[in-house]
């Protein structure tokens, strides 16, 4: 089931606890945009159909990656994108749009895209796995 933007912006804003939707909605830009660059096949495709079309595209479309970036060069590279953005304001601004990304997808969908990314994304989907 796809999520309305509405809805979707509602959530991320929510667990992010940024003050505007705009806000969020730049968040969710820059986020979507470096995971889908990390995401091939129809995990990717099978995500995007449960994203507000917007997000979907940006998903679909992203430049592709050199190479996967560890969670740590991820929130790097996400704070390189947003302005005025530290480390740790990236690291929970990537939480929050993934947490959210993880829930519309499900669990056996956001199994199969923590499989395609190098160790430790499971924490920045807020879905830590056992050891």
């Known amino acids: 089931m796809t999520l309305r933007r509405e809805t979707f912006l509602d959530h991320v804003r929510e667990r992010g606890e940024y003050d505007t939707a705009e806000e969020a909605d730049r968040v969710c830009r820059v986020v979507l945009g470096l995971l889908g660059a990390h995401l091939v096949g129809t995990d990717r495709a099978e995500l995007a159909a449960r994203l507000p079309e917007a997000y979907a595209l940006i998903l679909?479309?992203?430049?592709?990656?050199?190479?996967?970036?560890?969670?740590?060069?991820?929130?790097?590279?996400?704070?390189?994108?947003?302005?005025?953005?530290?480390?740790?304001?990236?690291?929970?601004?990537?939480?929050?749009?993934?947490?959210?990304?993880?829930?519309?997808?499900?669990?056996?969908?956001?199994?199969?895209?923590?499989?395609?990314?190098?160790a430790g994304y499971d924490l920045l989907f807020g879905r830590p796995q056992s050891p």
Do not use: K
């Not at 969670?71 to 390189?80: G, L, Q, S």
């Not at 480390?87 to 959210?100: E, F, I, K």
């Open 60 to 118: 679909l479309n992203p430049l592709q990656a050199a190479e996967p970036l560890s969670p740590e060069r991820f929130v790097r590279a996400t704070a390189a994108w947003i302005e005025g953005a530290s480390q740790a304001t990236a690291a929970w601004d990537v939480s929050a749009v993934l947490s959210v990304a993880a829930d519309a997808a499900g669990d056996d969908l956001t199994r199969r895209i923590l499989l395609q990314l190098p």
